[in-house]
């Protein structure tokens, strides 16, 4: 009897001393691999967590809302003790995210914000605002508008998906810079659609941006023009507004300025073949290592680093956010932001 005591002891012991040994587990869930972004987010937040030693489950959830719950709901059931989540709709969460609150569990809403809920306790994100800021401001240089040379210029308008949280940051970052020389007759938009969810592209498809501007091109060129600018908020749409402009067959010497988000090797190969103006470069390492600074203050009970505690309301509290730096790439800047820097090879860039 003594020795099975003993047994048990002993037995006790070592797993105790296995568990306080155990790396905690975090478990990564991202919207898709169809986009190179995310492949890219979900490769560098593993790295990064498993050199501070944590135990990654990193899922991809194809773009469907059904799948990213399932994937979710194997994570809690796993034992993670910390999920970090890039949305496909943010606001299709909730129950899950309820289940994950109950057992204990801390959320990070991964770029893109969790809505309509209390079970998200931080934001990690690069300053959407200042995306659409960043893009509004190259237009507003490119075309000089504040000049008073009388000269117009044609623009058409996209704007990210509506499901999205930060499609409406991009487009208001950008429209409350160009709306004003909209009025003022500087920049005039053929098509008249300016409106967010008239020009939005549900699930941020290059396909559908295609078809839509292959719409307005049928709608409001009829003489066989082009526009001089398409507002883009991102690489996926840009893309597809070029493809459509191109097999229109408009002249690459008078390609449209056209401007994009993300820096994705298709995108670079395209701003070097003058098919897109610029891009904004969102460092996905810079948001690894700051999620994962994140994730380690937790799990030491200490205070999380923000910087940001009034930004972002999830209509059902503001939730303390870590706002990264979105930069500026166009072809003058890429090979020391994306190449010196490690991000890109040149072969990735076709180079
Ligand atoms: C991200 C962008 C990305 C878009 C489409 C947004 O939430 O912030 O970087 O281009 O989703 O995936």
């Known amino acids: 009897m003594k020795k099975l005591l003993a047994l048990v002891l002993a037995l006790t012991l070592c797993l105790g001393i296995a568990s306080a040994f155990a790396a905690d587990k975090v478990g990564v869930s991202m919207p898709t691999q169809d986009l190179q972004r995310w492949v890219q987010d979900g490769e560098n937040m593993q790295k990064e967590l498993e050199a501070n030693e944590y135990e990654v489950m990193l899922t991809y959830s194809a773009n469907n809302v059904a799948t990213q719950v399932a994937d979710l709901e194997n994570m809690i059931t796993n034992g993670c003790k910390v999920l970090v989540v890039a949305s496909i709709d943010g606001g299709a969460l909730g129950d899950v995210l309820a289940k994950a609150k109950e057992a204990g569990i801390m959320v990070i809403a991964y770029d893109r914000l969790l809505m309509g809920t209390d079970a998200v306790d931080y934001y990690a994100t690069f300053d ?127 390609f449209p300025v056209i401007t994009g988000q993300d820096c994705d090797k298709a995108n670079m190969k395209n701003i070097i073949a003058g ?77």
């Open 128 to 254: 959407n605002y200042k995306v659409g800021t960043i893009q509004a401001n190259f237009i507003k240089e490119k075309f000089d508008l504040d000049a008073d040379d009388g000269k117009t210029y044609r623009m058409e308008v996209f704007a990210g998906s509506p499901d999205d949280n930060n499609a409406l940051y991009f487009y208001n970052g950008a429209m409350d810079a160009l709306k004003p020389y909209i009025e003022s007759g500087k920049l005039v938009v053929p098509s008249g659609e300016t409106e967010f969810n008239t020009c939005a592209i549900l699930g941020w498809g290059t396909d559908d941006a295609q078809a839509r501007m292959d719409n307005l091109l049928a709608k409001a060129y009829t003489d066989g023009s082009f526009p001089d600018l398409v507002l883009s908020p991102n690489d996926s749409l840009a893309m597809g507004i070029a493809n459509s402009l191109e097999a229109a067959g408009c002249p690459l010497d008078s």
């Open 275 to 351: 098919k897109q103006s610029m891009s904004v470069f969102k460092d996905t390492r810079t948001l690894a290592a700051q999620v994962v600074e994140m994730v380690n203050y937790y799990l030491l009970g200490e205070e999380v680093p923000v910087n940001d505690t009034t930004t972002y309301d999830n209509g059902v509290k503001v939730v303390p956010s870590f706002l990264c730096d979105p930069v500026f790439a166009d072809i003058n800047n890429y090979t020391e932001l994306l190449i010196d820097s490690g991000y890109y090879t040149p072969e990735d860039l076709g180079l």
